[in-house]
């Protein structure tokens, strides 16, 4: 088993950043690749990002590219979600994931986090 835990959520304006983290335990971290997603109210939850358990590759969906980057310190066993010039459309519960492989599927997830709250107000 691995425990993820999601924490730096909150409220910003719009234009705002913030920054998520996601501590691990339970099973060796950097053997997981790691990512990010979100769910709002009334929709699907979504790929955010993800990165190589080494990484040295990451990924991103085309509504959040150039804004967020995703990294990880493995020495820490935490992973991060650096956010930048938010927008209201990105409000939502995000929950950190593990899994085996890289994958952008909710499908390919072996572990969640509980979520965080992000909320961007107009």
């Known amino acids: 088993q691995v425990q993820l835990v999601e924490s730096g959520g909150g409220l910003v304006q719009a234009g705002g950043s913030l920054r998520l983290s996601c501590a691990a335990s339970g099973r060796t971290f950097w053997s997981f690749a790691m990512g990010w997603f979100r769910q709002a109210p009334g929709k699907e939850r979504e790929f955010v990002a993800a990165?190589?358990?080494?990484?040295?590759?990451?990924y991103y969906s085309d509504s959040v590219k150039g804004r967020f980057t995703i990294s990880r310190d493995n020495a820490k066993n935490t992973m991060y979600l650096q956010m930048n010039s938010l927008k209201p459309e990105d409000t939502a519960v995000y929950y950190c994931?593990?899994?085996?492989?890289?994958?952008?599927?909710?499908?390919?997830?072996?572990?969640w986090g509980q979520g965080t709250q992000v909320t961007v107000s107009s």
């Open positions: 994931a593990a899994s085996t492989i890289v994958t952008m599927r909710s499908s390919g997830i072996n572990y």
């Open positions: 990165i190589s358990g080494s990484g040295g590759n990451t």
